[in-house]
């Protein structure tokens, strides 16, 4: 399977996008909320990247997984750096370890929202063919 790095790309602005807007609008919420807030941007980050690379359900699945995964890749990069400036060694171990261990649950709404967008767009295409007239 090739990989299409511009859905990923693209998959991984929408949920940065996203993070962003919501993380001003719900700054200081209980729990619930971050964790529901959390689902639905990799959700729909993994949507726009398996709508993008189209094919299966599992290279949609595979390509919303990695856009949401580098998109965590590279929050974790930030806040790791960001943790060693200002709180010190220690707590930055505590962050890096701990964003590590969950990485592979921010995979699952990603490749979830990819595997509907690709099973979406195959099924748009379906249905184009399917009245055509030879």
Do not use: E, N, Q
């Not at 949507?47 to 690379?53: E, K, N, S």
């Not at 856009?67 to 400036?85: C, D, N, Q, R």
């Not at 370890?97 to 929202?113: K, M, R």
Request: proline content about 1%; cysteine-free; glycine content about 18%.
């Amino acid at each position: 399977m090739k990989l299409h790095w511009i859905a990923i790309v693209t998959g991984f602005v929408v949920a940065f996008v996203l993070a962003v807007i919501s993380g001003l609008l719900i700054a200081g919420t209980d729990a619930a909320t971050l964790v529901a807030s959390w689902a639905m941007i990799g959700i729909v980050g993994g949507l726009v990247a398996g709508h993008m690379a189209g094919g299966t359900v599992g290279t949609g699945a595979v390509h919303g997984g990695i856009a949401t995964v580098l998109g965590s890749l590279i929050t974790l990069a930030v806040v790791t750096f960001t943790t060693l400036l200002f709180a010190g060694v220690v707590a930055t171990f505590g962050v890096l370890a701990v964003g590590l261990l969950l990485l592979a649950f921010y995979a699952i709404p990603g490749a979830l929202g990819g595997a509907i967008g690709s099973w979406a767009k195959g099924r748009r295409a379906a249905r184009k063919t399917t009245g055509a007239r030879a």
